[in-house]
């Protein structure tokens, strides 16, 4: 008995030619059987899923791969996958180019002499990128959990207060809260430094009418959340309300334009339109969105040139902003699950500008 | 001017018959010029080294890298670099052959026609496992924020308390003295749990005379710690009192066979011997340790059949542990400096056990 995931992927085994595939990528190895440990291939073929690990994961795979047939490999696990290959007879192997190392490429390669070796690009990223009914509800309950953090969180931002302590506190309440730790580090970036779009907590101390970037996202059964705030420690001055009104109409406008069927570009289009006519177009020096899902990046990407068409299922970030050195920054971030006629919002947390 | 640790490897590329070096392990890029980005390529001849990455990057590499040439991508890092090669047409060129993705080593052999491409294996890592003066000063101070952390947490361990509670814990000490975060996944295992040599924390409740198996490491200034203390919670039954007995005899005696010259594998043999004689062998089912630096896991594997010789620089830990379903499991793990005559054990924390 076959899950719905392998099967998807089975029916794309004969179209490519190949007998088997072989999954390197741990989180596509997660995805298709469950299982979390740290060292794993999995040889997938029309017939049957076979997962290969080490002895340290002996009782793990047990109890957390369900549906395939688990072999702990004594040695290297690649030496086990290539004995069944042999042991099949199989000829015709798909591997994954992007998630293989040269080295994996390689050991194959000269172990399985007379077999075709075909490297596919990103075919379980792409099926990732549209997410099933569990997948949607963990997903809601990861961004659920985050939001929840963030209340909680914003008590806690005060003057006199340093970015570092901030970012520990955001991400202690993710554990005990029931979350498995924080799904990328946690970003807090007040006043000037709100300005640098990746920048790092600091020793720098939080200031009265600062504003706060705020960025964390918790894991949840493995599912990545994702969400940014900034919120003002005080008055803003109306330059920088008026930044914060441009990236919230941007964001409002981005998500506006979501459905399935567009080019992701679209959405990134429509975000960076809104900001130009603010005279910020400079200032927005990233994309607008990425999925999320069991990793914090994943397809598809909503940037300039992307030419992905959304579809039902899919759940991406949108997050346009505006940094403006000497000011500040302000970037807002929902995820949303795109549907068939629009899409829904799944971060619940107000946008309107928050004065601590 | 050419950093001491560029200097040492560009010694290796003559003799490895190339001009150049492509660097495209993070950790490795890291060691060698500074820069934490998460996006970066290292061309290093033996005149210069240039480090690609994209414009989020742009600030943090001018300020990170110090003694290499930063340049920019406007698009893929990787097109960069061979727009760079072909400039300064070099024709013989090394990857990783360990940390090369498939992916950007066939983007190579397509982009860069004509020129021979020749895998390098680990040549980073095995100069990376023998630690210089600045590293071995990192890894100190790692280790000694590690113990504070331990000492922090145990008033903490009370029966009643949830595994994940304990873990979430310390991994807020660790933030909250001043390190980036954990290096990785907290182990709290308490009671029969402490069985499972890779147990993951439950919300298990601490119960009265358990066994709590902790094993935490933090990174500091980039550098990992590593230790395991187990601790009773209470009286223990003369049973599980042999068991501590016998891996702190085994994890002693390790530590007194390390010093320069002699082959991994002995080290890890004076464990096994040790939990031998005490009937435990079949209950040690890892290997003895493993290096620490920028990475959690480096070189060298203290492990069965691991041939390569302990050299003065290095820094290991020595981890022995038995396991016995049914009664708990004991694991003492320490980080060691080795020397030419011995060992300095960097861990200071006490290893006789402690009743809470």
Redesign the interface.
Same mark, same amino acid.
């Given at each position: 008995m076959i899950s719905p995931r392998l099967a998807r992927l089975v029916e794309h085994l004969a179209p490519a030619k190949v007998q088997a595939l072989i999954v390197s990528g741990l989180p596509n190895v997660r995805y298709l059987t469950g299982f979390t440990g740290s060292n794993a291939l999995l040889l997938v073929t029309s017939e049957e899923a076979v997962l290969f690990t080490d002895?340290?994961?002996k009782?793990?795979a047990a109890q957390e791969a369900q549906g395939v047939k688990v072999l702990v490999a004594r040695g290297a696990v690649v030496r086990a996958l290539m004995g069944s290959v042999k042991r099949r007879r199989l000829r015709r192997l798909a591997? *994954?180019?992007?998630? &293989?190392?040269? =080295?994996?490429?390689?050991t194959l390669r000269e172990g399985l002499a007379g077999c075709w070796l075909k490297?596919l690009?990103s075919l379980l990223e792409k099926l990732r990128a549209v997410k099933d009914a569990p997948e949607i509800a963990a997903l809601r309950r990861s961004v659920e959990l985050n939001s929840r953090v963030f209340e909680a969180a914003l008590p806690r931002l005060r003057p006199g207060r340093r970015e570092? =302590?901030v &970012? &520990? *506190?955001i *991400? #202690?309440l993710m554990?005990?809260k029931g979350g498995q730790?924080p799904a990328f =580090?946690t970003i807090v970036a007040a006043g000037q430094r709100s300005a640098?779009? #990746?920048a790092r907590p600091t020793h720098n101390l939080l200031r009265k009418n600062d504003l706060v970037l705020l960025d964390h996202g918790v894991i949840l059964d493995g599912y990545a959340s994702d969400m940014t705030r900034t919120v003002a420690l005080g008055n803003l001055d109306s330059d920088r309300r008026r930044l914060y009104g441009a990236v919230l109409e941007a964001q409002l406008a981005a998500i506006a334009v979501v459905r399935a069927g567009i080019p992701a570009r679209q959405v990134d289009q429509q975000a960076r339109s809104v900001l130009e006519k603010h005279g910020l177009k400079e200032s927005f020096? #990233?994309s607008t969105g990425h999925g999320v899902g069991l990793e914090i990046h994943e397809r598809p990407r909503l940037g300039r040139g992307e030419r992905t068409r959304l579809q039902a299922g899919m759940v991406v970030t949108i997050e346009p902003g505006a940094y403006v050195e000497g000011l500040g920054g302000v970037r807002i971030e929902d995820m949303v699950l795109v549907t068939a006629n629009g899409c829904e919002v799944l971060t619940r947390t107000p946008k309107d500008l928050r004065v601590l």
């Open positions: 002895g340290r994961y009782t793990q591997f *994954e180019r992007n998630r &293989a190392t040269f =080295d994996l490429y390689r490297p690009s570092t =302590d &970012a &520990a *506190e *991400e #202690h554990r005990r730790g =580090d640098l779009p #990746h020096v #990233h």
